[in-house]
């Protein structure tokens, strides 16, 4: 361990150390262009903007331990009113410090990393170029990249074209098409993604989508073919309230419907949200983005979940927040791991400037009951500026069910205490430091994190 921590000091301290040194405006000749005379004009150079994240994360409990050290990098490139043309890059790199399986060959805190034959591994989240040469497009994409306004999240290699919003009714189309990107899969042969998009306004404070999206996933043991069609409804009533409505259907079958109305009223610092969501059919073998996660969890069974949010401030220092969260399973033989039953309610009060120091203190109280488990809790955060740099926050919370998603970890009655400190001694530098400890019913697990963000 005495290793890890010396090769994360040293990989916190020199990203740090060159973030100082460097001027912000990324000219290293202090502005002259590298034109020695001064008497030539510079010469334009291409605008690049970024944020550079680097950490260490080290896990521990009795007997095993794991050390990792991670970085992000992300890009912006160019300047459209320039050039015409921009680029985005997000990129991730690992690096498994210790490298060393237990005798039984398995890894300690096992990831998905961990599935490599070696210790570095990258991953390209986004790499693509936009151009801005057409009034009528609002978007003309080509290279890796994310879409989330369709039903499901599309990931994908490939073009995206998108006009501007008319001015009668803010109409807009996009299409879209390519390979989509998975992560794990040795080959994306036989993979392809294509969908497209309208949307409109239909009246004063209204606004629809609707999408359809056909997705070819060859799998090993099996190809799947499937075409999602989504509608996405929203109604503006007054200033304050909200309607939406969202529904979904996978070849010729119903899957899902979603509905929510909120009220928020800044001025009275009150803000209500209930929502709702039924799960219409079960869902057995899909492409994988439309269901990730049926080779380990098989069939997802239908059910439906109901809840209700609400929060109002009283004066500078009082805030309240009542939430309510019910989740059933629509046949009960159905209920397993990942599909449980369950209803939570919370209750918190957060207090600004209660204790000396300006410390901020919120307190919570829960009730979860998990069909087996009816248990009343409890928990608690402290947060406190130290001037303009430094911010210190503290405290503990209770999950009935907690899931590591990059350890793939279910852990059930969890007592969490955490503790963090973060320093920022300017606007484009960032430290931090932040320390877990986990009580389930089978053991403890200590989780340090150590990172810097540097922004350029």
């Known amino acids: 361990m005495l290793a890890a921590l010396l090769s994360l000091a040293c990989a916190v301290l020199c990203a740090g150390a060159a973030a100082q040194e460097s001027d912000p405006a990324g000219d290293p000749a202090g502005g002259q262009?590298?034109?020695?005379?001064?008497?030539?004009?510079?010469?334009?150079?291409?605008?690049?903007?970024?944020?550079?994240?680097?950490?260490?994360?080290?896990?521990?409990?009795?007997?095993?331990?794991?050390?990792?050290?991670?970085?992000?990098?992300?890009?912006?490139?160019?300047?459209?009113?320039a050039r015409g043309f921009t680029g985005y890059v997000l990129g991730r790199f690992s690096y498994d410090l210790d490298g060393r399986p237990e005798s039984d060959g398995a890894y300690s805190f096992f990831s998905l990393s961990d599935t490599y034959d070696h210790r570095l591994v990258g991953v390209l989240h986004a790499a693509y170029v936009d151009s801005h040469h057409f009034e009528s497009l609002a978007i003309l994409r080509l290279g890796r990249q994310s879409l989330y306004a369709t039903p499901e999240f599309a990931w994908f290699d490939g073009l995206q074209i998108a006009t501007r919003p008319s001015s009668t009714g803010a109409r807009q189309l996009g299409v879209y098409a390519g390979v989509p990107v998975h992560l794990y899969e040795s080959s994306p042969a036989g993979d392809s993604i294509a969908g497209a998009w309208f949307s409109s306004e239909l009246w004063p404070g209204s606004r629809a989508r609707a999408d359809w999206m056909h997705i070819d996933d060859d799998q090993r043991f099996a190809e799947h073919q499937d075409d999602l069609l989504g509608l996405d409804l929203s109604q503006e009533l007054?200033?304050?309230?909200?309607?939406?409505?969202?529904?979904?259907?996978?070849?010729?079958?119903?899957?899902?419907?979603?509905?929510?109305?909120?009220?928020?009223?800044?001025?009275?610092?009150?803000?209500?949200?209930?929502?709702?969501?039924?799960?219409?059919?079960?869902?057995?073998?899909?492409?994988?983005e439309l269901d990730p996660f049926f080779p380990t969890l098989f069939e997802h069974f239908p059910f439906h979940q109901t809840q209700l949010l609400a929060s109002k401030g009283f004066g500078q220092r009082l805030d309240v927040e009542l939430g309510i969260d019910v989740r059933r399973v629509v046949d009960a033989r159905d209920v397993g791991e990942s599909n449980r039953d369950f209803e939570?309610?919370?209750?918190?009060?957060?207090?600004?400037?209660?204790?000396?120091?300006?410390?901020?203190?919120?307190?919570?109280?829960?009730a979860w009951d998990g069909g087996q488990s009816d248990i009343r809790t409890w928990g608690f955060d402290l947060r406190r500026d130290v001037g303009e740099r430094v911010a210190l926050s503290g405290g503990s919370y209770y999950s009935l069910f907690k899931y590591d998603l990059i350890s793939d970890v279910e852990h059930d009655h969890v007592r969490t205490y955490f503790a963090s400190v973060r320093y920022q001694p300017s606007a484009a530098l960032r430290f931090e430091l932040r320390y877990e400890l986990e009580h389930d019913d089978f053991d403890s697990y200590h989780d340090l994190r150590i990172g810097t963000t540097w922004s350029f």
């Open 238 to 288: 007054g200033a304050h309230a909200r309607l939406e409505g969202e529904y979904t259907r996978v070849e010729e079958t119903d899957r899902d419907v979603r509905g929510s109305a909120s009220w928020i009223d800044p001025a009275s610092s009150f803000m209500v949200r209930v929502s709702h969501y039924r799960l219409l059919e079960t869902q057995r073998a899909l492409v994988l």
């Open 344 to 366: 939570r309610s919370h209750l918190t009060a957060t207090f600004a400037d209660l204790l000396p120091g300006g410390w901020t203190l919120g307190l919570t109280g829960e």
């Open 33 to 81: 262009g590298g034109d020695l005379d001064g008497d030539r004009e510079a010469e334009p150079r291409l605008p690049v903007e970024g944020t550079l994240a680097t950490g260490y994360r080290g896990r521990w409990s009795d007997g095993s331990d794991d050390h990792d050290l991670r970085a992000t990098l992300a890009l912006d490139v160019g300047d459209e009113r």
